[in-house]
């Protein structure tokens, strides 16, 4: 197959991968996309997935997360009549110290918070090159990124602002920084790339750090594709390009656990709540398996479960901080939530296994199949209690995660998409709740503040995007306020 530019030049597929490879894809407009010096269609590039109008949640309603989530939301209140549940009303009953003694609960907070998600484009900064990472840490008063261009920016957000402190020029970096993950106690930060090291930097502080940690792999192409922190601080968790899962030990200074886990690169890690002892990985495989780090040994590496019913690998894992349930992102263009009490059959695993097998398109440069437009058809042996779907995971590995527990009582999921947007859903429903448009590239990473109604995307156009709620954000269009660029900062 070929592509059109709207010059009416023929573009094969090697050119447009290497098109992609060298970052020379850019949006020029909300339906067009450059490509060298040609543009062709957005919407022929993409042809979106679409979003299901009455995804089966038969699943999630048999399951405890229905209650669990209409409990903390605030919705099982059914008492009042809607009306006196609006913002204004509950206002007025907060003053006249009713219920609760003239505050919220907070079901009644993550009730409103649930009704005010981020719709407007309020700041945005712009990097020369790609940005891959984005991320608020600890109580959301810092705000972190990682650009190709091979810094990582510090920025103070306190003042719902983006005031850059501190800029750190990354090292041993192999095309660009892939993955960052800040401490639980905010006072540290890593990083990994094409290296055989992850670097460790300290986020305050006049004493710069910036330690480089062995992983000792066997394969000196090597790569760590994700990163989180165990709850402590002290285990640093890594997924890579070997198959295996990595634990770097930091009071020991080494590299304290390395277990064989998948079949091709592992993308994706997770720690399931603050015990730190059970952990998730998600790889090309497409599938995801559960590991205890107590049963766990370098020599016969079993997981303790297998969760299945992906057809083509998963980027992203989050798990909802519980031990039980947990989200995965998918080449085969869904989101999928999982009980992780409900593991995969045999049979669910080899369907899994044969339907990756079947795959022939490389989601880094070229489009999605139309078979996986057309309706999604369930795996045999599929144990997730819901799919989501209605955007578009293509060139890179697209994180999704669950809205914040605080103000939102986690009833959201929200994901990056490769046609440049934000796509926000119900959690219960499967229905799309928002989509946020501003890119003019990937959205690679999104993170949302863990208690204000703020969401920031970061993209590879180059554009760090702060999402807020506004009561009118059409009459905003064009509005919104921009700060300086990171060349100027």
């Known amino acids: 197959f070929g592509w059109r530019t709207s010059s009416e030049q023929l573009v094969d597929p090697h050119t447009l991968q290497t098109f992609c490879r060298m970052g020379m894809l850019h949006f020029k407009?909300?339906?067009?996309?450059?490509?060298?010096?040609?543009?062709?269609?957005?919407?022929?590039?993409?042809?979106?997935?679409?979003?299901?109008?009455?995804?089966?949640?038969?699943?999630?309603?048999?399951?405890?997360?229905?209650?669990?989530?209409?409990?903390?939301?605030?919705?099982?209140?059914?008492?009042?009549?809607?009306?006196?549940?609006?913002l204004p009303s509950l206002l007025q009953q907060r003053e006249c110290g009713m219920p609760c003694g003239g505050t919220f609960s907070r079901g009644d907070r993550c009730r409103i918070g649930s009704r005010l998600l981020p719709n407007y484009k309020m700041h945005t900064l712009n990097y020369p090159s790609k940005a891959f990472c984005g991320t608020f840490a600890g109580n959301g008063e810092v705000f972190m990124t990682a650009c190709q261009?091979?810094?990582?920016?510090?920025?103070?957000?306190?003042?719902?602002?983006?005031?850059?402190?501190?800029?750190?020029?990354?090292?041993d970096v192999g095309w660009s920084i892939l993955d960052m993950a800040v401490s639980p106690n905010g006072a540290h930060f890593v990083y990994s790339s094409w290296s055989e090291y992850l670097h460790l930097c300290n986020v305050f502080g006049d004493d710069e750090v910036h330690e480089a940690l062995p992983l000792c792999p066997d394969d000196r192409r090597f790569c760590i594709f994700a990163l989180q922190f165990s709850c402590d601080g002290n285990d640093i968790l890594g997924g890579a390009n070997d198959s295996c899962l990595y634990v770097y030990d930091r009071e020991m200074h080494h590299r304290s656990l390395r277990i064989r886990a998948h079949d091709g690169d592992v993308n994706t890690v997770a720690f399931a709540d603050k015990t730190s002892q059970i952990l998730?990985?998600?790889?090309?495989?497409?599938?995801?398996?559960?590991?205890?780090?107590?049963?766990?040994?370098?020599?016969?590496?079993?997981?303790?479960?297998?969760?299945?019913?992906?057809?083509?690998?998963?980027?992203?894992?989050?798990?909802?901080?519980?031990?039980?349930?947990?989200?995965?992102?998918?080449?085969?263009?869904?989101?999928?939530?999982?009980?992780?009490?409900?593991?995969?059959?045999?049979?669910?695993?080899?369907?899994?296994?044969?339907?990756?097998?079947?795959?022939?398109?490389?989601?880094?440069?070229?489009?999605?199949?139309?078979?996986?437009?057309?309706?999604?058809?369930?795996?045999?042996?599929?144990?997730?209690?819901?799919?989501?779907?209605?955007?578009?995971?293509?060139?890179t590995l697209i994180r999704c995660h669950f809205s914040p527990a605080a103000t939102t009582a986690q009833q959201f999921i929200y994901t990056g998409c490769a046609s440049g947007r934000v796509v926000v859903y119900d959690l219960l429903t499967g229905k799309v709740a928002t989509v946020l448009s501003g890119h003019r590239g990937c959205v690679r990473d999104v993170s949302w503040h863990p208690n204000l109604p703020v969401l920031v995307s970061s993209s590879w156009d180059g554009a760090i995007c702060e999402w807020v709620y506004s009561s009118d954000p059409d009459s905003k269009k064009g509005r919104g306020k921009r700060t300086r660029s990171a060349r100027q900062q």
């Open 29 to 86: 407009g909300a339906d067009t996309l450059s490509m060298g010096g040609g543009l062709m269609s957005r919407k022929y590039y993409f042809q979106l997935v679409s979003a299901a109008t009455s995804p089966d949640n038969s699943g999630i309603l048999s399951n405890d997360i229905y209650g669990i989530v209409k409990q903390q939301s605030g919705s099982t209140n059914t008492s009042q009549p809607e009306s006196r549940m609006c």
């Open 149 to 171: 261009d091979c810094m990582i920016r510090i920025y103070d957000t306190k003042q719902a602002t983006f005031r850059e402190v501190k800029s750190i020029s990354a090292r």
């Open 280 to 395: 998730f990985s998600g790889g090309d495989d497409g599938l995801c398996k559960v590991w205890d780090r107590r049963t766990l040994s370098e020599g016969n590496p079993k997981p303790v479960g297998i969760l299945a019913g992906h057809s083509n690998g998963i980027t992203f894992v989050d798990s909802k901080g519980d031990a039980r349930y947990l989200i995965t992102n998918s080449k085969d263009q869904s989101i999928k939530l999982w009980d992780m009490r409900a593991f995969s059959s045999k049979e669910g695993i080899e369907s899994t296994r044969i339907a990756v097998a079947y795959q022939n398109w490389d989601y880094r440069w070229q489009r999605v199949p139309k078979k996986l437009l057309d309706r999604y058809v369930k795996l045999a042996g599929d144990t997730s209690l819901m799919t989501y779907q209605g955007h578009t995971v293509l060139q």
